[in-house]
């Protein structure tokens, strides 16, 4: 029994560990002082002078464009994938499995590094372009685990009664299939959403001139003073990421 | 019957599948007539539900040949046969209601919308689902969702419908009324159906033919009487209904009778059976309702007669179930009809007579 208590205190610790700092960094977004490390009364003006920068916006732009194409194109890869892998077993399906996990297991920095030297080298100028291919490639293996993970609680006699009833293949995946792998679907792609937006290292290899996103401008505003506009933004992406992976989580539980 | 004639429904020649290394259907050749009630009886793994999966054409034979409706089903994909399959576990599509789960098949067939609704809700009538039409599959009981499964396959006019263990599923109360139910709907829509089960007694009550099927051969083919009175092996026999059973050696054979001598009992007769030679190791068997247990060591009537010990008394309302040691320590079943009250009943422990006519009694080779 006291084991217990204390594993269950050991739990606390962690979350604790975990959240205080980010609870830190939103209380002092409302610091009325310049100074961030000292509390001098609560206001807004931080979040404000936000919606006034015209980089900050144009950083919250480019963040947007690359979080929903990268993940439509993931999403599309993704969900294709997981059919194949579930319905269609081929050769070599285990090393396929094995090689698609690859990218969530191997360093970020790697990725980066790896996918710069990439771009160079078929001369495919830094860009929007360079950062959506990234972006797709990471989050396309997190989109079919997801979908995958559903597909396989399906019971393959509901196609089976589909093509019985006079479906084509494809019209029993698009009535019965899909409709019933939506929720997946849906949650795998706000999951997608939030890693892209939320990405630093892969972006910040990849992204070129004029192609900066909301973590790499927190980056560049850190390097030359920890100003509480920073506390601001980061307030925000946190707040938009757990909101995100909430309803990523609500909508799988159905 | 002659397999080519114009009266048949389906036509198997030399179907075998496998699965691996096992071979789920063998060379198994059979004909089903138009509008019959046929089912395909035997234990798991006997390859009657890989018969249903090669019929609906989920899965292809490696050799042999089905005809479905004067047409082969060489390379027909499921949704191009003239077949509709009612699944074990129904395979209701979760997210449609009752109403678009019936109009599926419907509006696969590109029948325009307005036509769809008289259909299904005369498809719902006939499976007494009238008003539930807007409900989801998950709102339904057992029961209900298994008429929905019915109606969803027979809105389409199949030629034939198919049923994999269609009452598996349900309760017994529930299951015998379906019997009864699921047989008049046959009667009544004439389609051809053909029906896999485990459960003997399902195919003995709904069919007019049915086959036995064990380790993917077909065993015998009959009406559910001619399987019944006269299986064709051990096997039938024993699956069948429960039967007695008594391993002998032919002694005599005097034309339609033959005198099987068994050990540690003596000499039993039953009815001939063609092929079997003096001396040939044979099986007697018989069924536990046409065997008498008496107190009284006259024959009257009974050409055979063994002398036994009640093992075992089970009240079973409208009849007594016993089950009795024989001198060669054989246990056997025995049902008594209870209607001569309880001053004849017997109990454990009692000695007794067995008792039997010749004629009640079936020669299984061995």
């Known amino acids: 029994m006291k084991t217990r208590s204390w594993l269950v205190a050991a739990s606390f610790a962690d979350l604790l560990f975990l959240y205080l ?61 997981a059919v194949a892998l579930e319905r269609q077993p081929f050769r070599w399906q285990g090393a396929f499995e094995v090689l698609l996990l690859m990218p969530i297991v191997i360093p970020e920095i790697m990725m980066g590094v790896a996918m710069l030297l990439f771009f160079v080298m078929i001369k495919l100028p830094l860009s929007l372009l360079t950062m959506i291919i990234a972006h797709t490639i990471f989050n396309f293996p997190v989109v079919a685990l997801i979908v995958r993970a559903r597909l396989r609680k399906l019971d393959p006699r509901l196609e089976e009664a589909a093509s019985d009833l006079g479906a084509t293949p494809w019209v029993a995946f698009k009535r019965v299939t899909l409709p019933l792998l939506m929720p997946g679907i849906v949650g795998a792609l706000l999951m997608a959403f939030t890693l892209s937006l939320d990405d630093f290292i892969i972006s910040f290899f990849t992204a070129g001139v004029g192609s900066t996103t909301l973590p790499i401008k927190v980056y560049g505003m850190l390097k030359s003073a920890v100003t509480p506009e920073v506390n601001a933004l980061s307030a925000i992406l946190v707040l938009v990421s757990m909101g995100l992976v909430a309803v990523a989580t609500w909508v799988q539980r159905k | 019957m002659d397999e080519t004639s114009t009266d048949a429904s389906i036509v198997m020649r030399e179907v075998t599948k496998r699965h691996g290394d096992t071979v789920a259907v063998d060379r198994l050749s059979l004909t089903i007539r138009k509008g019959e009630f046929f089912a395909i009886l035997g234990p798991s793994g006997s390859g009657k539900t890989t018969t249903l999966r090669l019929l ?309 080779p061995e």
């Not at chain 2, 390379?75 to 019936?102: D, E, I, S």
Request: hydrophobic fraction near 45%; charged fraction near 20%.
């Open chain 2, 56 to 364: 609906a054409g989920f899965e292809q034979p490696d050799s042999g040949e089905i005809i479905i409706e004067g047409q082969p089903m060489q390379g027909v994909p499921p949704n191009r046969r003239p077949v509709n399959l009612v699944f074990q576990n129904y395979a209701l599509f979760p997210h449609m209601t009752v109403a678009q789960n019936v109009a599926f098949g419907l509006e696969m067939k590109g029948l325009p919308t307005p036509e769809i609704g008289p259909h299904v809700a005369e498809a719902l009538e006939m499976v007494r689902l009238a008003g539930k039409q807007d409900r989801l599959p998950s709102q339904l009981s057992g029961g209900e969702q298994q008429r929905v499964a019915l109606a969803r396959a027979l809105v389409n006019r199949p030629a034939v419908l198919l049923l994999d263990e269609p009452l598996g599923a349900l309760d017994k109360q529930l299951r015998l009324e379906m019997e009864v139910e699921l047989k008049a709907l046959q009667e009544r829509v004439g389609i051809t159906f053909v029906c896999v089960t485990h459960d003997q007694e399902e195919a003995l009550t709904m069919s007019d033919r049915l086959a036995v099927m064990h380790h993917g051969r077909l065993l015998q083919i009959g009406t559910p009487e001619e399987i019944y009175t006269a299986p064709a092996s051990a096997f039938v026999a024993s699956f069948i209904g429960v039967s007695n059973s008594l391993p002998g050696r032919v002694q005599a054979i005097d034309g339609q009778r033959t005198t099987v001598a068994v050990e540690g009992i003596g000499l039993v007769h039953a009815p001939s059976c063609t092929g079997l030679r003096t001396g040939a190791p044979v099986l007697v068997t018989i069924r536990p309702e046409r065997l008498h247990l008496s107190r009284d060591p006259a024959t009257d009537g009974y050409q055979n007669q063994i002398a036994v010990r009640v093992a075992k008394a089970i009240y079973s309302g409208n009849e007594m179930h016993y089950l009795v040691t024989l001198p060669n320590n054989l246990t056997w079943k025995a049902r008594v009809p209870n209607a001569d009250g309880t001053a004849k009943r017997f109990h454990a422990g009692e000695s007794a007579y067995l008792k039997w006519r010749t004629a009640e009694a079936v020669l299984l």
């Open chain 1, 21 to 81: 700092p980010i609870a830190i960094l939103v209380v002092f977004s409302f610091n009325a002082s310049k100074l961030s490390a000292r509390w001098q009364g609560f206001s807004l003006e931080w979040y404000a002078k936000l919606f006034t920068d015209q980089a900050l916006l144009s950083a919250t732009v480019n963040s947007l464009i690359v979080a929903t194409v990268s993940t439509v194109l993931a999403g599309a890869l993704g969900v294709l994938t």
